[in-house]
T-cell receptor, first 116, second 114 residues
Framework: AQKVTQAQTEISVVEKEDVTLDCVYE???????LFWYKQPPSGELVFLIR??????QNEISGRYSWNFQKSTSSFNFTITASQVVDSAVYFC?????????????FGKGTHLIIQP | EAEVAQSPRYKITEKSQAVAFWCDPI?????LYWYRQILGQGPELLVQ????????DSQLPKDRFSAERLKGVDSTLKIQPAELGDSAMYLC????????????FGSGTRLTVV
């Protein structure tokens, strides 16, 4: 069965610090997708990134970067020069590609608090 | 930007009553998902539709929950009877196909059972 672990329940940093959110996953499939979502206090889930299991290139989007390492089954998310607006709950999720069912398995989330 | 519409935004119901939630996916999206998010947890998949057919409902408590997508467009999730433990956010998501870049989630329905 697939599983996503986000060991950090809550992280609090001061604005402009860099912060890394950890994500470790388990799956028996060789083809799968990994996601990160942001959930601000308003409750909606905002899509940040999707990676497939064959693409281990790290990705950078502005202040956001992602480090995917299959060897350690990790897909970590780093925010550089954090801002107060980054405060939210962040979820890592996994979708296995086999068959027709491709719903997401989410981790429990990391509550990120950016203090001014 | 296209959105997944959900209603109502908030719902308070008494236990043992029936309650229903509605979702209208992005136009043209064949795949529709219902998730339940208990406070402090990540969302959990309840049911997945491909057009009007159920693809996965293995986590749907079928003794009290039902879901339908009769014409392969909008969808309704029903709980009857509601229990206190059903208090949660119910999220709907849609995608064009399994190779879509990302699922789009609606704003959710916050259910409180009293």
């Amino acid at each position: 069965a697939q599983k996503v672990t986000q060991a950090q329940t809550e992280i609090s940093v001061v604005e402009k610090e860099d912060v890394t959110l950890d994500c470790v996953y388990e799956t028996r499939d060789t083809t799968y997708y990994l996601f990160w979502y942001k959930q601000p206090p308003s409750g909606e889930l905002v899509f940040l990134i999707r990676r497939n299991s064959f693409d281990e290139q790290n990705e950078i989007s502005g202040r956001y970067s992602w480090n995917f390492q299959k060897s350690t089954s990790s897909f970590n998310f780093t925010i550089t020069a954090s801002q107060v607006v980054d405060s939210a709950v962040y979820f890592c999720a996994l979708s296995e590609a086999g068959g027709g069912a491709d719903g997401l398995t989410f981790g429990k989330g990391t509550h990120l608090i950016i203090q001014p | 930007e296209a959105e997944v519409a959900q209603s109502p935004r908030y719902k308070i119901t008494e236990k043992s009553q029936a309650v229903a939630f509605w979702c209208d996916p992005i136009s043209g999206h064949a795949t529709l998902y219902w998730y339940r998010q208990i406070l402090g947890q990540g969302p959990e998949l309840l049911v997945q539709f491909q057009d009007e057919s159920v693809v996965d409902d293995s986590q749907l408590p079928k003794d009290r929950f039902s879901a339908e997508r009769l014409k392969g467009v909008d969808s309704t999730l029903k709980i009857q009877p509601a229990e206190l433990g059903d208090s949660a956010m119910y999220l709907c998501a849609s995608s064009a196909n399994r190779d879509s870049y990302g699922y789009t989630f609606g704003s959710g329905t916050r259910l409180t059972v009293v």
